[in-house]
């Protein structure tokens, strides 16, 4: 089994739930998938839907825009009712947002169900934050 990169955690409960990660090296929106009746804590199935390189790049962006967010937090420079973004960030971060979104709802059909085994690489105070590699089954 391959391992592959998680390029991004956007919902976390007990493990991601949504996010982008590789798969086949390609990055892929990953969502839990709501009508499994094969789930539990060590057994998810995941929605991977296939994105496009404009959306990726976006994802990107998002993610630093997340990460100089945190570095400004982690130094008392911002708190933490403004998560996610810094005042000189919040429009692109809501415009990549949408468009990922939109991205997200006009592909809705393009998905696939595989199972996700994630491992944490390094932790972080916020699980958002952490890194993570996941195999796909």
Known sequence: MTKEKVHTVEGYW????????????????YDVFEDSDDVDEYNIVYTLTPLSEAVFALVKKNRE?????NA????????????????EDKDAYFDAKKQIDRFLFQNAGNGFE????????????NPLLEEFEVVWS
């Open 72 to 87: 400004a937090y982690e130094a008392g420079k911002t708190d933490f009712d403004s998560q996610s973004a810094l005042p």
């Open 114 to 125: 595989k199972k996700g085994y994630f491992t944490v690489l390094k932790t972080a105070f």
């Open 14 to 29: 007990d493990g991601p739930i949504a996010g982008v990660a590789d798969f086949e090296g390609k990055p892929h929106y």
């Open 65 to 69: 825009i997340l990460l100089r967010w």
